[in-house]
């Protein structure tokens, strides 16, 4: 080989690994969500139910699989894993959490790359070939975006996503009709009716990635009391997960106080705040005891004073 020759072959070589690398770093944060099967089960029960609740303890992954799961739908490109529901069109989505400010650091940075540095949006799970015009911002809130234009690349067509909070009130998840709707972190009641009546007409779906630190709440009982044919609850827990260590998983659990300890690290809705003991019932519950005949039985009765004994 001549000396022209190995130089080709050579540059031919760098832009191959360049093209390469530039593919990748498209789908880098993506490409990282391997999920583990409680996240898996929550995807596919997608393809079944329109109500979908990851109840999960904290930083075990639940943002991360939700803002996953958006890409896949806005994208059109599902993993060959994928059970759950695909759309076979652009989708329009509404994504929320509590404020904008933790929707924008939390769901956006997920989805877009850091919300303080604009050159590098595109570098989330939503890669920047996949934008087809640049974000729009939100006024009012630093370094927000409003919402996203997507390229779905089996239709060619555009998935829209846009980004609300929960303190906007219920009137301002009125939009039109979507498809798709994520909330991360658990909204109040009316906002995710609201969220819910948007998907009615497209037969779309609502999902919802939260640890459940509000108890008993209407939207927590919903899925736990009240599922249904439409609603799903996946609980994902501490030891469902293998990117923490076992002994980090001890110093995790110790560090929590018996009222939350449950909810923070396996999704079991934390004790109201209205229980005469705010402790978990394996902390004061014993076997069942033989009382011997001789002992004494007492009575009690607490009529009180909305409910007078006759």
């Not at 652009?90 to 924008?104: E, F, I």
Request: proline share 7%; charged share 25%.
């Amino acid at each position: 080989m001549s000396d022209d020759e190995e130089i080709r072959a050579l540059l031919a070589a760098k832009a191959r690994l360049t093209e390469t690398l530039r593919k990748r770093e498209q789908f880098t944060s993506l490409e990282r969500y391997a999920p583990y099967q409680k996240q898996r089960d929550f995807h596919a029960a997608g393809a079944k139910y329109r109500e979908r609740l990851l109840s999960a303890g904290n930083q075990l992954g639940k943002t991360f699989c939700g803002a996953a799961e958006a890409t896949y739908h806005l994208t059109g490109h599902y993993p060959e894993w994928w059970q759950g529901r695909r759309f076979t069109h652009p989708v329009s989505m509404l994504a929320g959490s509590v404020s904008a400010d933790l929707t924008r650091d939390g769901m956006q940075k997920l989805l877009m790359g850091p919300p303080e540095i604009e050159e590098d949006w595109g570098s989330g799970m939503i890669p920047k070939a996949a934008i087809v015009s640049w974000p729009k911002r939100k006024s009012g809130v630093k370094d927000a975006i409003d919402a996203v234009v997507i390229k779905h690349k089996p239709t060619g067509g555009n998935s829209v996503i846009r980004f609300k909070s929960f303190d906007q009130g219920r009137a301002k998840w009125q939009a039109s009709t979507v498809d798709l709707v994520w909330l991360d972190e658990e909204p109040p009641k009316d906002v995710y009716q609201e969220a819910l009546t948007r998907t009615n007409a497209t037969n779309g779906m609502v999902y919802m990635t939260f640890t459940p630190l509000n108890g008993m709440s209407d939207v927590v009982a919903s899925f736990f009391m009240d599922p249904g044919v439409d609603r799903f609850v996946t609980m994902m827990e501490i030891d469902d997960v293998t990117h923490i260590s076992e002994a980090k998983k001890a110093q995790i659990i110790a560090s929590y106080d018996d009222a939350t300890r449950d909810a923070r690290t396996k999704g079991i809705p934390v004790l109201g705040s209205g229980l005469v003991f705010p402790v978990p019932d394996a902390a004061i519950v014993v076997e069942p005891l033989r009382i011997p005949a001789h002992l004494p039985r007492p009575g009690a009765l607490d009529p009180g004073c909305e409910h007078p004994t006759p």
